[in-house]
């Protein structure tokens, strides 16, 4: 029986898979026209799946692909002109071997030990595609693992050189070449070359533009929940959880993938038949709790990166508005590990679940240099099973005074909302959960909900900018509270004038009680 799969390739036959066949298409009229081309997208974003969805494809049309990664095959192929293209022949016979058509190509191992240099290889390549009877398409996998390596670029070189010969009928060599891998082959020539000369002197400047977008569709996730459906005869309203799961994790697949495994698999009972609304909820709150190697890659690229953390502080903690703008080094390495995306020219974090996790993050480095006592004072908290979030707030009132009020103003405008998530996470720890919301329409923007057990609690961080602006705040708030058919909310003001009053108070607006409250 299939199963929904989050490791290595998706088989059809085994795994529930979106339909991915309209971007299959994309890649394939590439092909046709004869283009090379480079698809580097971020890790677990569907890159070998497709190159294998597009092999099995290319193979019942008038070509030969062969699919080849270095990963794995040790470093001393780079030792020597030799040596690589000893490994490089022999993992194109490898490859065509499952396909039965090795036999039918030059493999003469005589001729193949006498390849000492590229010039050599050059020759071989020559009659190499005389001899084959269909166009042969070479696809590259994990291209990046090897093209640290100058001797890989080389190669590229002489590959580039090829295509150009062969379109003014000079040469022959291989009809389409296709490279995978998260980085740009242009963004691996600066890992060998520091000085700026060399920046864009790329041994790939003929690769056509790749447009193809790996994003799942909300319908392609639907068709993967559909064929989930009738093979498991599961009761789930398939577009609700397709346009839920795409909210979430803006089609990511490997995101939309864990999350419908979750449910299947950890959410859902073995007596039970229906998906149910609060099941993906809980899904994203499991997800956000496992340690993946999805988020381990990503907030190491943030660690790494204090670049990319300052961008990330700017866009979820301080809802800077920043152009999109792919000539910004840090936007394009931040787009290239997944992290932003471009949202209709704005800059934005790829998905909900990442910007969450971004956002947990944030916390824990908050909270580790902080003096909270808050967990001591859990229980009193705690009313009859549910969160007193305005005891809360009183508590994180004393928090601050206490704690912040001889910090630089600087300090606590940048972090003060994640000073007061990190105060709230051991209180809720277990059985709550806060979700920050991105936006909430085209002009307003709510920062927190938090859940604690079936409750659900929202809450509007604002810095102090005077009476107008507060007022402003107020109305939001009770627009968003309509929006979710709720009475009351709470208003949190960081208020950074020497003569501020620590105070609460509690108001109406707009039919809504909203408790206010100054730090």
């Not at 977008?213 to 929940?225: G, H, K, N, R, T």
């Not at 690229?301 to 809802?319: A, K, Q, R, S, T």
């Not at 997944?338 to 996790?357: A, M, P, T, W």
């Not at 005891?391 to 606590?412: G, H, P, T």
Request: charged share 30%; net charge negative.
């Amino acid at each position: 029986m299939k199963k929904f799969n989050t490791t290595g390739v998706c088989i059809p036959e085994k795994h529930y898979m979106a339909d991915v066949s309209k971007k299959i298409r994309e890649i394939e009229k590439m092909v046709a026209e004869g283009k090379y081309f480079t698809i580097n997208k971020p890790r677990q974003s569907g890159k070998t799946t497709i190159l294998y969805l597009l092999e099995k494809n290319l193979m019942k049309d008038d070509y030969i692909p062969i699919l080849i990664s270095f990963e794995g095959i040790g470093d001393e192929v780079f030792n020597s002109e030799k040596a690589f293209i000893k490994a490089f022949i022999n993992l194109m016979k490898k490859d065509l071997s499952f396909k039965n058509e090795h036999n039918k190509l030059n493999f003469d191992q005589r001729k193949i030990d006498n390849l000492d240099n590229f010039a050599d290889l050059n020759n071989y390549l020559f009659e190499f595609v005389d001899k084959a009877e269909r166009k042969i398409v070479l696809m590259i996998d994990e291209v990046d693992k090897s093209s640290n390596n100058q001797l890989f670029l080389s190669f590229l070189g002489l590959l580039r050189d090829k295509f150009i010969k062969a379109q003014a009928e000079r040469d022959k060599t291989f009809y389409s070449v296709i490279l995978s891998g998260v980085h740009d082959v242009k963004n691996l020539k600066l890992k060998l070359r520091d000085d700026e000369e060399h920046k864009y002197n790329s041994p790939w400047n003929i690769a056509s533009e790749f447009k193809v977008d790996f994003e799942l569709e909300v319908d392609q996730i639907a068709s993967m929940l559909k064929e989930y459906q009738e093979d498991r005869d599961i009761d789930l309203d398939s577009d609700y959880f397709a346009e839920k799961m795409h909210y979430y994790t803006s089609g990511h697949p490997f995101l939309v993938s864990k999350l419908a495994e979750i449910i299947a698999e950890e959410i859902l009972r073995e007596n039970e038949s229906s998906w149910k609304q609060e099941h993906l909820e809980q899904a994203v709150k499991i997800i956000l709790a496992k340690d993946l190697p999805n988020f381990d890659t990503l907030i190491k690229n943030i660690e790494n990166n204090n670049d990319l953390e300052d961008i990330c502080i700017d866009l979820i903690v301080d809802g800077r508005k920043i152009t999109y703008n792919l000539d910004n080094p840090t936007i394009e390495k931040g787009e290239l590990y997944g992290i932003f995306k471009n949202d209709n020219g704005s800059l934005k974090i790829h998905n909900r679940i990442y910007e969450q996790r971004i956002y947990n993050y944030l916390i824990s480095k908050i909270e580790n240099s902080m003096e909270s006592d808050a967990f001591d004072f859990k229980d009193s908290f705690i009313d009859n099973g549910q969160l007193n979030l305005k005891a809360v707030l009183e508590r994180f009132q004393v928090f601050i005074k206490e704690q912040y009020s001889d910090r630089d103003r600087d300090f606590l405008e940048r972090n003060g909302r994640l000073i007061f998530l990190a105060f709230l996470k051991p209180i809720i720890n277990g059985k709550g959960f806060d979700f920050k919301e991105v936006q909430i329409s085209q002009e307003k923007r709510i920062d927190v909900v938090i859940t604690y057990l079936e409750q659900k609690y929202i809450v509007e961080l604002k810095i102090w900018r005077g009476e107008e602006y507060h007022q402003r705040g107020l109305e939001q708030l009770a627009d968003y509270l309509e929006s979710q058919n709720m009475d009351q909310g709470y208003l949190l003001s960081f208020n950074f004038n020497l003569n501020k009053e620590y105070k609460n108070e509690e108001m109406e607006v707009k039919n809504k009680k909203i408790f206010a409250y100054w730090v």
